[in-house]
C-alpha cells in the first residue's frame, strides 16, 4: 500500500484515517499481518500491521523487497479533458495501470465536467498502483487550461496528440525514443476545436497521431493511446516489470 512517509527497517509508519479503516474493517487485517508498502521513492518493503488506539493503525517495517524504480518519473504524461465522474476515475484507475507518471487535467473548450475530485482521484490511483505492483503513484495535477499546460510543455519533449479528425498513422510519426516517455494528450466528449487543433499543430514538439479510422469514446482513446506509447517507449528498464 502507498504510505507517505519514509520507509526504512524497523520504521513505524502511521496510515491515514481512511487506510486504518480500509485495513481493519474492510481487509479485516490482525495486529502481525503482513503488508507491503512503497511510497514512490524507497522502492517495496515487507511491513507489519499494527494497531494504534480505538481506530488507528500503523505498518512496522522489516525488510526491503524491491529497490526504487529509476523509471517511474520517466512515464508517459496524459493531458486529457476531465469527463463525467465514472469515466474520469477509470481513467485515472487505466492510466496508473498503464505506467503514467503524472496526470494533467486539461480543460478544453468543449470539457463539460465541472468539478475534478483530485483527493478521490489520487485513492482510485493510489489502489490501481498497489493493485498492478507499481512502487509509486502517478502524479495528479490541478486542472489547467489547455493553453496553460501547453505553454509548461517541454520544448525537447514529444507531445501525442490523439486527433480524432485526422493525424498520422503512428508509423509515420518520426520515431523518438528516449528516456522520458513522449507525452500524450486525449479530448472531451465533444472533441477538439478547429482553432485548438491548429494552435496544437503549430506546435513543434506535438505529433498529431490517428487512433484509427472509429470515433473513439474518450476514456477508450485514454488507454488505446497509453498502451500505444507504453509499446513505443524505450527506455533502459521502462518495459521492467515487477
Ligand atoms: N465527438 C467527437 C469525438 C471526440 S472523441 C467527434 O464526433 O468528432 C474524444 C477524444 O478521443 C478526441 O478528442 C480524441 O482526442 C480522442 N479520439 C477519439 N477517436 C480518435 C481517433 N480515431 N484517433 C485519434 N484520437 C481519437
Not at 503514467?100 to 483527493?119: G, H, S
Not at 519533449?157 to 490523439?162: E, K
Not at 482513446?221 to 517507449?233: E, I, K, P, R, T
Amino acid at each position: 500500500m502507498l504510505l507517505d512517509h519514509p520507509l526504512s527497517a524497523g520504521a513505524q509508519c502511521p496510515l491515514t484515517e481512511d487506510q486504518a479503516r480500509h485495513l481493519r474493517l474492510v481487509l479485516r487485517l490482525q495486529p502481525g499481518d503482513e503488508v507491503l508498502a512503497f511510497n514512490g521513492r524507497d522502492g517495496e518493503w515487507r511491513g507489519r500491521f499494527v494497531v494504534v488506539g480505538k481506530r488507528g493503525a500503523a505498518v512496522t517495517l522489516g525488510a526491503q523487497t524491491r529497490l526504487p524504480d529509476p523509471d517511474a518519473t520517466a512515464g508517459p504524461v496524459l493531458l486529457f479533458a476531465p469527463l463525467k465522474r465514472q469515466a474520469t476515475d477509470w481513467v485515472v484507475e487505466k492510466a496508473t495501470e498503464l505506467g503514467a507518471a503524472r496526470l494533467v487535467p486539461v480543460l478544453t473548450r468543449r470539457t463539460i465536467a465541472e468539478t475534478v475530485r483530485l483527493d478521490r482521484l489520487a485513492a482510485i490511483a493510489a489502489d490501481a498502483a498497489a493493485q498492478c505492483g507499481r512502487l509509486d503513484a502517478p502524479i495528479l495535477e490541478a486542472p489547467q487550461l489547455l493553453d496553460v499546460a501547453l505553454s509548461q510543455w517541454p520544448k525537447d519533449r514529444p507531445l501525442w496528440f490523439a486527433d480524432e479528425a485526422g493525424g498520422r498513422r503512428l508509423a509515420e510519426i518520426t520515431p523518438r525514443a528516449g528516456r522520458l516517455a513522449p507525452g500524450l494528450l486525449v479530448g472531451p466528449e465533444g472533441g477538439f476545436e478547429d482553432q485548438e487543433r491548429a494552435f496544437l499543430t503549430a506546435m513543434a514538439q506535438v505529433q498529431a497521431f490517428s487512433l484509427g479510422p472509429r470515433i473513439l469514446r474518450a476514456e477508450t482513446a485514454c488507454v488505446a493511446g497509453l498502451a500505444l506509447v507504453q509499446s513505443y517507449w524505450t527506455s533502459i528498464g521502462a518495459a521492467s516489470c515487477p
